[in-house]
């Protein structure tokens, strides 16, 4: 898609017309124009094509780990006196050196 990209309709109502929440009319507008502009045909694709991604997954948990749901995590415990080389060793090839 072209950066200088203008939808022939807004994001908002592009968005009502995915989620079925405009009146008959406004979704026969959007349809009109996804119909008529490649763009908005390949934005609608590509929108297609995520879902079909998503439901084949039977589970969140196959894509979002269980720890990343809870909110409870350790942080891990940093000496005050660490600096860089402790992390990153150096040798003659590195930035740090």
């Known amino acids: 898609m072209h950066k200088d990209f203008v939808p022939t309709v807004s994001i908002e109502k592009f968005a009502a017309y995915l989620d079925g929440n405009l009146t008959e009319e406004g979704m026969n507008e ?11 045909q390949d934005i609608l694709s ?43 060793p150096q040798n003659e090839d590195s930035i740090y050196a």
Do not use: C, K, R
């Open 30 to 40: 959007v349809a009109s124009a996804i119909h008529s502009d490649d763009s908005l």
């Open 46 to 88: 590509s929108g297609y094509m995520v879902d079909e991604t998503l439901s084949t997954y039977d589970d969140w948990n196959q894509i979002v780990q269980d720890d990343i749901f809870t909110d409870s995590f350790d942080i891990p415990n940093i000496e005050e006196n660490l600096d860089a080389s402790d992390i990153f």
